[in-house]
């Protein structure tokens, strides 16, 4: 029978007392416990175990009772459902006393633990890539690991020493740092951490972060370890970042392109110095909340500027506006405006970051463009006009000349066809003349309107106008309303409001319908920046869609009809137009026309 | 095809009413004249005929500016108006107009024989009743 000499269940390790034939004599608690072994385990063989554990221990046991002792490394098990363990294991063959039988001890440790957090620490720094160094001063020996020598990219047999080492450091900068910090490392025990450009053994250049421990005994230092670490990677993605930065920063700069950033949940807007540039806006009058910006909008822009922000944060995530801001608290700029909303994973607006630059210089552009435009549209349906005076009714005339020129020389009609011929000359004659008149007319009207211009009393114009039309209104039996604010100003040519006024008032009453009573009414509408002059009758009217858009042309024109509106109203629009005004109609036939003269109101009075 | 014996003036202009009535009467004593100031009266005036079971001209002189409803309208007029036999009158557009845009339109329509540019000369009426005889 087994003597159990030594106390081995409380032994502070895991350990087994087997017989030749592997089965248990006796076990410490610690293996008991880490098996799940209770107390029938006596007689029991080791092999039972043999599911859980490495093959080589068996190996070894077997070795064991050829009277091998045996120390392990760390062995992996892998158990069946993929989970692994590590066993470390420590083997005597031992006999108990001379005669004694012949045992065998065995020490199993797992030391599963310890090898998963070598193998982590391992790990992590291969995937670091940060390598080790020491160099001993005392013994002037350098060591480099593995690592270290892999990032170097020379052989594992490679020896360095200190100065080799340092020449790996690129020359320039990063050779000089380094130098330097060992110097003073050796010299004052000053650690250093940075991050220097290294060339490999095969030339590549690389950024490397070196970190040096130096340890100083009796204030000298004798020896200095550290780290090097492969940061090449993170370092050109970090120059990279920033040198887009600059480059984003001096485009901005010169494009004037104002970042702003403005944090919703906390209500901080910040502005980068291009904003304050752009809005004219000084830096210590600014701070810093979402009201701030929009005080600097014009205030005919900031109920849809804000409302179209707010919606942009609710609902959307881009926002792009044009807008006008008061630049320096009085000149109008406008701005363009683009930014994005930033949210949380729940969709909740965090921030929003956005872009503003001024495009004033556009917009005037712009607007210099379409008037141009205007005007060159205006100019070529002027010229339209032109060219249909000169081919059609100068024409007609012309045609009508030779006409009955003809008649007169060939002497085939009678004495009174002659006579009626010659009445008919006189009046082509008359017809060419007066067109030749009005032409000039024409001509006049633009290269006179604009010098001038003065402020002019619609309210004495109009009662000047019906005054010495007077003898006309009453044979006509016309009653004559006139509804017009005395203080009526309106900017333009005294001559063309008058001209314009007696046209439209003379052509109420030629126009009027016979089966009622003539009435006319005159008056003035003002709005904010332009005055409309009314001119209403009960006449007979015109049938818009017949003849709306040629009404104010001159298609209508140089007819030998003594009442055409003709002429009249061409030159009227023409007079008008050149004022900066507009003349529109609206008619209805047998219930009469309202014709609606719109002139500029003066600017106020500079105080 | 028929003697050419009646023709329709449509103008609103009195002395190219006179001339043409006087060529007319020089080039034919026995055709029989139309006068009609504009469209609108000439679209009256055809439809009356009509009515009252007269023969439409045989040949129209259309003049194209003109009040109330111009030789444009006119033109459009006739293509609504229903006026039996009225695919037989040969209409010459007669114009003071020497833009060619206006030339086209008026040939763009198949009733319209030729565009004339005022004044008409006789030679060219002697043609264009002898054509249409």
């Not at chain 1, 004052?188 to 970190?211: F, S």
């Not at chain 1, 683009?338 to 004033?360: F, K, Y």
């Not at chain 2, 504009?38 to 129209?60: F, R, S, T, Y």
């Not at chain 2, 695919?87 to 557009?93: D, G, P, S, T």
Request: glycine share 6%; proline share 4%; hydrophobic share 40%.
């Amino acid at each position: 029978m087994v003597q159990t000499s030594i106390p081995i269940y409380d032994a502070p390790f895991a350990v087994a007392i087997l017989d030749h034939d592997l089965n248990f004599n006796a076990i410490s608690q610690r293996l008991a416990e880490a098996f799940d072994l209770d107390d029938s385990f006596k007689g029991k063989s080791f092999y039972d175990l043999q599911h859980r554990l490495p093959e080589e221990l068996y190996l070894d046991l077997h070795l064991a009772k050829e009277g091998i002792s045996r120390k392990s490394e760390p062995v992996k098990f892998v158990h069946p459902d993929g989970e692994a363990d590590w066993y470390e294991w420590k083997i005597n063959p031992w006999q108990n006393g001379k005669e004694g039988q012949k045992v065998i001890m065995l020490i199993l440790e797992k030391v599963t633990y310890r090898m998963l957090g070598e193998d982590l620490h391992q790990r992590a720094q291969r995937m670091a890539r940060v390598g080790s160094w020491v160099v001993d001063l005392k013994k002037n020996t350098i060591y480099w690991s593995e690592m270290t020598k892999e990032i170097h990219e020379v052989p594992m047999d490679f020896e360095p020493n200190l100065e080799t080492g340092i020449n790996f450091y690129k020359e320039g900068f990063s050779r000089d740092t380094i130098s330097e910090l060992v110097a003073k490392g050796i010299e004052h025990g000053t650690p250093w951490d940075v991050e220097l450009i290294l060339v490999t053994q095969k030339g590549r250049e690389i950024w490397v972060r070196a970190i040096g421990e130096p340890e100083v005994v009796n204030g000298k230092c004798i020896r200095i370890s550290g780290t090097f670490q492969d940061i090449d990677s993170r370092k050109r993605a970090e120059l990279e970042a920033k040198k887009i930065r600059e480059r984003l920063e001096i485009a901005t700069d010169a494009a004037k392109i104002g970042i702003w950033d403005f944090d919703i949940v906390n209500n901080v807007l910040e502005w980068d110095d291009n904003m304050y540039e752009v809005y004219g806006v000084p830096k210590d009058k600014f701070n810093g909340v979402y009201q701030a910006w929009e005080a600097t909008v014009h205030p005919e822009d900031q109920e849809w500027t804000s409302k179209y922000v707010e919606e942009t944060i609710a609902k959307r995530d881009r926002l792009e506006m044009v807008f006008r801001i008061l630049w320096h608290d009085k000149e109008i700029r406008w701005i363009h405006g683009e930014a994005s909303v930033i949210r949380d994973m729940e969709g909740n607006p965090l921030r929003m970051i956005g872009a503003n630059w001024d495009v004033t210089a556009q917009k005037n552009a712009e607007a210099e463009m379409k008037h141009l435009l205007n005007t060159t549209t205006y100019q070529n349906e002027s010229l339209m006009n032109f060219a249909h005076i000169v081919s059609h009714n100068m024409r007609s005339h012309g045609s009508n000349l030779s006409m009955l020129t003809d008649f007169l020389l060939e002497d085939r009609i009678t004495e009174e066809e002659k006579q009626n011929a010659l009445q008919m000359l006189k009046r082509a004659a008359n017809g060419l003349n007066e067109t030749i008149a009005h032409l000039n007319e024409v001509v006049q009207i633009k290269t006179e309107a604009e010098q001038n211009m003065s402020r002019i009393n619609l309210h004495n114009v109009v009662h000047k106008v019906s005054q010495t039309l007077e003898a006309l209104f009453e044979a006509n039996k016309v009653a004559l309303h006139i509804d017009i604010p005395e203080d009526c100003l309106v900017m333009g040519v005294m001559a063309y409001v008058e001209s314009a006024v007696l046209n439209l008032m003379t052509n109420a009453v030629k126009y009027r319908d016979p089966d009622k009573e003539a009435r006319i009414t005159l008056r003035t509408e003002c709005r904010e920046k332009r005055v409309v002059l009314q001119i209403e009758d009960n006449g007979l009217g015109i049938d818009m869609k017949k003849n709306g858009e040629k009404l104010f042309g001159m298609y209508k024109t140089f007819h030998h009809h003594p009442e055409s509106r003709g002429i009249g109203l061409f030159i009227t629009r023409n007079q008008i137009e050149s004022m900066g005004g507009t003349i529109v109609v609206s008619s209805q036939p047998g219930k009469g026309s309202i014709f609606s003269i719109t002139l500029k109101k003066p600017l106020p009075a500079h105080e | 095809m028929n003697k050419i014996r009646i023709a329709g003036i449509v103008d609103d202009d009195p002395i190219v009413i006179f001339g043409m009535k006087l060529m007319l009467k020089q080039v034919d004593a026995d055709l029989q004249t139309h006068v009609w100031n504009n469209g609108q009266e000439a679209i009256e005036g055809l439809k009356a005929l009509v009515e009252n079971g007269k023969p439409l001209p045989d040949v129209i002189f259309l003049d194209l500016t003109m009040p109330i409803m111009d030789g444009w309208d006119f033109l459009d007029a006739l293509q609504k108006a229903t006026l039996p036999g009225k695919e037989k009158m040969r209409i010459f557009v007669l114009s003071s107009s020497i833009n060619p845009v206006d030339r086209e339109r008026a040939l763009e329509n198949k009733e319209v024989i030729d565009f004339i540019v005022k004044p008409l000369k006789e030679a060219r009426l002697k043609e264009i009743l002898s054509l249409a005889s």
